[in-house]
């Protein structure tokens, strides 16, 4: 039989008793997939058809009048909603993450339709192999994307 790294006695197995716990573990950790830069990033936000109408806007300084949305798809809708948490840097695409008492903790790049399952899909192999809630709190600390959470929940 093959002499494992550690013995059993020594290993010790333990899971998060909370999300405290498990969010304390995960912003720990500083992996973030590394075949994604942000001159991929904009490149792919720019062809993206669900972004461009909420690039364009931002770049305009001009948020749709609330009657015109229904012209645009359902996830461009849903990225005007919080319109002031939009930013463009050096053309890229981010949400401020707001905590409840309106202090921003960190930008999140919006994820184009094209780059999603590819980067959360590395996000979670370079964690580790952590579960879903593991991988879900370290991609909201990177990434944002409507539908995210669920849409990591399938992946994972």
Same mark, same amino acid.
């Given at each position: /039989?093959?002499? +494992? @790294?550690?013995?059993? *006695?020594?290993?010790? #197995?333990?899971?998060?008793?909370? =999300?405290?716990? &498990? ?9 973030? @997939?590394?075949? +994604?830069? +942000? *001159?991929?990033? #904009?490149?792919?936000?720019?062809? *993206? =058809?669900? +972004? ?9 300084? /001009?948020?749709? @009048?609330?009657?015109?949305? !229904? *012209?645009?798809?359902?996830? &461009? ?6 319109? =002031? ?5 050096e053309d890229v695409l981010y949400r401020r993450y707001h905590y409840l008492d309106g202090t921003t903790e960190y930008l999140q790049v919006v994820l184009p339709v094209k780059l999603r399952c590819s980067y959360?899909?590395?996000? #979670?192999? =370079?964690?580790? #192999? ?6 879900? /709190?370290?991609? &909201?600390? !990177? ?5 995210? !959470?669920?849409?990591?929940? /399938?992946?994972?």
């Amino acid at each position: /039989m093959p002499e +494992l @790294p550690v013995s059993p *006695d020594e290993a010790i #197995h333990t899971s998060p008793t909370n =999300d405290v716990t &498990a969010r304390t573990q995960v912003l720990g950790i500083t992996a973030e @997939p590394t075949s +994604l830069n +942000l *001159d991929k990033i #904009h490149e792919a936000q720019s062809v *993206d =058809d669900n +972004l461009q109408p909420v690039i364009q806007a931002l770049v305009n300084k /001009m948020k749709p @009048p609330q009657g015109s949305l !229904h *012209d645009y798809h359902e996830e &461009a809708r849903t990225l005007f909603s919080p319109w =002031d948490s939009l930013v463009l840097e050096e053309d890229v695409l981010y949400r401020r993450y707001h905590y409840l008492d309106g202090t921003t903790e960190y930008l999140q790049v919006v994820l184009p339709v094209k780059l999603r399952c590819s980067y959360v899909e590395r996000l #979670h192999a =370079d964690l580790g #192999h952590f579960g879903r809630v593991k991988t879900c /709190m370290a991609l &909201a600390c !990177h990434a944002y994307f409507p539908g995210w !959470h669920s849409f990591t929940g /399938m992946l994972v």
